[in-house]
């Protein structure tokens, strides 16, 4: 049985140019553009004639059974071919072959290029870059089919009412608010924290290759002058205290010996004032007892809430807008912030 037929469609710009098909030293089929010929499978070499632009010939190899679309910009002497890229999920960037020139566009993508080899780059945001060499041939389709897989780290963003609140990560400083960073994914411990507020933290599952949103309001901690005070007033009782009972102890040392000598009179005034001061002492003492209990009371009283914050639900990283600066394609995303 013969093998199928295949069909040869040839395009060029300009139009009206001369082509023709051989094989070998045979012309087998010749007309001027656009051209259509159904031919045998084999090896065929195409030229393309036109006044105004020097020749371009070029080998073809027909497969049975396929529908081949020839394309060729005379102006840069290239034939051309069809790249087309299908992703999942969807709205990948392409670079092809310089990725400094730019994006030409997002997936599902198809466009023509030059035949011969050319490096495709695939980007989307949260997921792992993919580069591929690509072997485009005359007058065919390549497809590219891939699942993007995520990346192995996550973001969070953090908002809070106080700008400059220091974040940190599993106890590690990563940076101040307004924050947006990289972690890695898995559950982590978020802390923020500002001079004068309360701390807020939370443990914060943050998958892969999504942005986790934090909100928070960070609250007042409490004065605690009253508690210093208090402290200083007690240190200065225990303080009088201890002064009083030296005062005190000296004087019964003094009476203890003079009743040892045998000077002691019975109506002795240091009695009495032994006395005093003994019981000035256990009273400043008293006092100091009473003042660092309050003291501890205004340390450990906390009548303000406690600070707050909002884990939101993850979402996809945002887009930025892409440009072809060869004018090949563009494209872009909206980029959601809060």
């Known amino acids: 049985e013969r093998e199928l037929r295949s069909l040869l469609s040839v395009e060029t710009d ?10 070998g030293d045979r012309v087998i089929a010749s007309g001027t553009s656009p051209f259509a010929e159904t031919l045998e499978p084999g090896d065929y070499d195409i030229a393309v004639e036109h006044p105004d632009y020097r020749t371009v010939s070029r080998r073809m190899r027909i ?38 020139q730019g994006s030409l566009g997002e997936t599902p993508f ?5 035949t011969g080899e050319h490096t495709v780059w695939i980007e989307r ?32 963003r953090v908002v809070a009412n106080v700008p400059g609140a220091v974040v940190l990560v599993d106890g590690e400083e990563v940076g ?11 559950e982590r411990r ?32 409490p004065s605690r002058s009253a508690g210093w005070a208090t402290l200083t007033l007690g240190l200065a009782s225990a303080g009088a205290g201890i002064a009083l009972g030296i005062l005190g102890s000296n004087l019964e040392d003094e009476l203890d010996a003079d009743l040892q000598a045998g000077r ?13 001061f003994n019981w000035a002492a256990d009273g400043a003492f008293g006092v100091a ?50």
């Open 125 to 156: 945001p949260g997921y792992e870059t993919v580069e591929r060499t690509v072997e485009v041939e005359l007058g065919e389709t390549h497809v590219e089919e891939l699942t993007l897989e995520r990346t192995m780290f996550g973001k969070i």
């Open 110 to 114: 198809q466009n023509v290029l030059s």
């Open 176 to 186: 101040e608010v307004p924050y947006e960073g990289e972690v890695d994914a898995g």
């Open 63 to 100: 497969r049975p059974g396929k529908v081949y679309v020839a394309i060729l910009e005379m102006s840069q002497g290239e034939f051309l071919g069809y790249l087309r890229v299908v992703t999942n999920p969807p709205g990948a960037r392409i670079y092809i072959d310089d990725r400094e």
């Open 289 to 338: 007892a009473v003042f660092g209990l309050l003291s501890l009371y205004y340390f450990v009283r906390d009548p303000l809430p406690p600070s707050s914050g909002r884990v939101l639900e993850p979402r996809d990283w945002a887009l930025v807008p892409s440009f072809d600066l060869n004018g090949r394609g563009a494209g872009g995303a909206l980029r959601v912030s809060f």
């Open 190 to 221: 978020v802390t923020v924290r500002a001079p004068g507020m309360k701390d807020w933290r939370e443990d914060v599952e943050v998958p892969r290759g999504q942005l986790v949103p934090l909100r928070i309001e960070l609250e007042r901690r």
């Open 264 to 276: 002691l009179a019975s109506g002795d005034d240091r009695f009495m004032r032994a006395r005093i």
């Open 14 to 23: 300009p139009t009206d140019a001369r082509i023709t098909l051989k094989q």
